[in-house]
């Protein structure tokens, strides 16, 4: 041993380094591909990849000047530091581990602020020279990956900036690079412009995560009443997730589309409630995330509960699909619940509103079919878009099936979520929880004085999506407000007067007798109580939105079925609505009881939020 580290010290130092960075290089090309699920498979191979790494970052550091003098450039540096990033996010992908989130995006801030790859800026644009255009494409390649992180992790203002300089780099790149490779990297930049005004800063009012100052803390969680005492709970938690979502021209960037990215939102813990605490002091600013400092200390904090775990697939082959599915399910752990989102077209690309119109030209024509009396029938599978033979290309309800053995929450986002209702009651062992989509989605009225444009709704993302990631900018955008409609103190008081309705559905619901079991355990995590009281609140808008009235198309619908009590023609529901669309004079766009709200909840308590 003493030899071979004697032997080690007589060879050069710049040779260590360059025999350091070929095995470090084919460390990480292993790590690149290992598969980003299977419950902490992967780790042993991720902390390999991280020790050589960090061995080499820091004999760079040591011996900086000598490796100058050997030939090492400036982008290399940049390189090493870029895949300790790229390490750090696919662990974070792998685990939902929010310190590695915020570690990716300290080594890729490093990078922008020291301009690592200052020579591809510089040089790029004048000149035609090969090694010129592939520091070219490290730095457009680095700025796309930086976005991605600063888009999950929610700063904005970094995102604004990287964005302009991808633009600036990619336009001095125009001469040089060539026609398909230049087209390659121009439709990037399309897609993270449609993506960001898609996802507005009104949009991200709030956080989408779970956020102590919005919602429910543990400790304040009321329980569950008469129905928790017939049934013999196991205090299962949300522990894993797998995410799908796919629609032919739907608003994404590189792999992350903007249902999947919401969801992803929503499975993990804001911590601190920092996002909260700036609102009031930021009321007249124009930025829309938390600030850089408070946001890295929140993501690291150790006294938050560890986030679920999420796989996100773009348009897999549905045998890739249950092969995921079949190891989430086998791997998860015995308290544990495994929640499906699967947002795709019923058939091909055919959308609910392409649907709709196809379906009514049949009928003007005097044809008819099963599908009319009953949208249920219509054929049931979701296109992954895929694009191989037709089996591989599509999910059917019976393929979810054997893996209700169990514990799963399902939320289907279709035209064809209806089809999904033949899941119950055929469960192998484990009653399925279902929250399905309507068929159609609501229309968004023109509303007089409104800055919002019915024709770019379809942009937004789904909308039963939007209600259950982020319900009160979903019930604006309904019925025709936007963030140009209101400041930030009424937004904040809106907020506040959504969580009273919320809170009245949630009394309501935890209060009833006949509550089916499954419900009773969902409602033991807080991830999915939220999504279950959302959902009440997106079934009673719709129900109750006067465009929809006489078509139960628009209205979404869950499996086993909830208590009347909480059903859109009951007084508690109905007071809800009328309550938040008081608040936006907007309630002649839906059909109210008139004693919808009761006296205690009306004037007083509006005038003092």
Known sequence: MAQSSSATTMIPVTEQFWSLVDKADRRFSLVRDLPIFGRNRNDLEFHKAFKIYTRLWRMQQENRQRLVEAGM??????????????????????????????????????????????????????????????????????????????????????????????????????????????????????????????????????????????????????????????????????????LCSHYPHEVKFTELTLDTFRMLQCLEWDPCGSFAQQIGSRSNQTDTGPQKTNLLQDLKDPSLPPNPLKTILYRPSATHYLTVLATKCEELPADGILLIYLSAAGDSGVTSENYEKIAGSFRNLGISSSSDKDPSKKEGRLWLGYRANEGSSYVYPCDLIPFTRRPLFLIIDSCNAHAFKSINGEEKGETAAMLLSPISRSPVPPTPGSNVDPTRQQNNGSQFTMFLTAPLQAFCILIGKSSYDFDTDKYVEAEKLFHLSLNDLEAALITSAGLHAVWVEALGDLFLRRFLLRFIFCRAVLALFKPNSQNDGFTPTCLPSLPESVNPGRQICQAAIRRMALFFGAVDQFDLSEMSVQPEQSGDELSTI
Request: charge should be positive; hydrophobic fraction near 40%; glycine fraction near 4%.
């Open 73 to 242: 450039k400036r982008w290399e540096v940049g390189e090493i530091a870029s895949r300790i990033a790229q390490l750090y996010y696919g662990q974070y992908q792998r685990t939902s581990d929010g310190a590695c989130l915020s570690e990716a995006y300290v080594f890729y801030e490093a990078i922008l602020d020291r301009d690592y790859f200052r020579d591809t800026a510089s040089n790029s644009s004048a000149s035609a020279g090969g090694q010129d255009m592939v520091l070219a494409n490290k730095q457009l390649r680095f700025l796309a990956r930086f976005l991605t992180v600063c888009l999950v992790i929610g700063n904005r203002e970094m995102v604004t900036r990287l964005t302009s300089q991808l633009k600036t780099l990619l336009d001095d790149c125009r001469k040089t690079f060539q026609e398909a490779e230049y087209k390659e990297w121009k439709h990037v930049m399309q897609e993270i412009s449609k993506f960001l005004k898609a996802d507005t800063s009104f949009m991200n009012k709030r956080p989408l995560r779970y956020n102590y100052a919005f919602d429910t803390p543990p400790d304040s969680l009321p329980p569950v009443g008469p129905a928790a005492a017939a049934v013999t709970t196991r205090n299962l938690l949300l522990r894993d997730s797998l």
